[in-house]
């Protein structure tokens, strides 16, 4: 029993270590402009859809696809009946979601949030968690939470101003309760999408005259 546990939780870190090579995609993006971004994300995405979709519908490419990644996948991606998407192609269809819908700042908060939070969660709750929080742990949120607050920290501001750190703290807190819920949604999508919600709403709220569109940052 103890034998499987570890080898369930070394699984869980390579495949939060995978996880965190997303990282590549905020950091790409702040240095080239939107049109480039998805240039090159679209492409990508569709490919892992395509791929990851067809085999739950033809066996060969099936037979390869779990030969090589089924130590990555869990039960849940790998279910005939509901056909779900691996975590691999709902990042990148939030990442492709994300910067055609929100504008650049928000990306560079709400998708670093998810790669990083998520995984520090995950790996936290998964060998330290105790106490219930939703259908999650209280460690594990814990966790989510402070490593969300780092992100904000270094994030790209518009004016570094005590109100732009006020949204990404809401901001925050929202993702963690989101991440912690576990809705049906895979949380690769619902946590950056409700992230970039409340910040843009927050930031029209708080800097009504803003154009958040017009901050291009790296380019």
């Given at each position: 029993m103890i034998d499987s546990v570890n080898i369930d939780y070394r699984a869980e870190i390579l495949r939060k270590g995978i996880h965190l090579s997303s990282l590549s995609i905020p950091i790409i993006y702040y240095f080239i402009p939107r049109t480039m971004a998805l240039q090159l994300l679209l492409p990508v995405t569709l490919a892992f859809l395509f791929i990851d979709l067809l085999r739950y519908y033809?066996?060969?490419?099936?037979?390869?696809?779990?030969?090589?990644?089924?130590?990555?996948?869990?039960?849940?991606?790998?279910?005939?009946?509901?056909k779900r998407l691996n975590g691999a192609t709902n990042v990148l269809i939030a990442a492709s979601l994300c910067v055609i819908v929100f504008p650049k700042l928000i990306v560079l908060t709400a998708f670093p949030i998810l790669i990083?939070?998520?995984?520090?969660?995950?790996?936290?709750?998964?060998?330290?968690?105790?106490?219930?929080?939703?259908?999650?742990?209280?460690?594990?949120?814990?966790?989510?939470?402070?490593?969300?607050?780092?992100?904000?920290?270094?994030?790209?501001?518009?004016?570094?101003?005590?109100?732009?750190?006020?949204?990404?703290?809401?901001?925050?807190?929202?993702?963690?309760?989101?991440?912690?819920?576990?809705?049906?949604?895979?949380?690769?999508?619902?946590?950056?999408?409700?992230?970039?919600?409340?910040?843009?709403?927050?930031?029209?709220?708080?800097?009504?005259?803003?154009?958040?569109?017009?901050?291009?940052?790296g380019q």
């Open positions: 033809n066996s060969a490419v099936a037979s390869l696809f779990y030969k090589v990644f089924r130590f990555m996948l869990r039960k849940h991606e790998q279910d005939e009946k509901t990083v939070s998520d995984s520090m969660a995950a790996l936290i709750g998964r060998r330290f968690g105790k106490r219930k929080f939703l259908k999650k742990s209280v460690e594990g949120s814990t966790a989510f939470f402070i490593f969300a607050l780092l992100v904000v920290a270094f994030s790209p501001k518009v004016y570094q101003s005590f109100g732009e750190y006020i949204i990404g703290i809401v901001a925050s807190l929202v993702g963690t309760v989101v991440e912690a819920a576990s809705w049906n949604i895979d949380d690769n999508l619902t946590i950056p999408i409700s992230i970039g919600i409340i910040m843009w709403g927050l930031y029209s709220l708080l800097y009504p005259s803003l154009n958040l569109f017009t901050y291009t940052f």
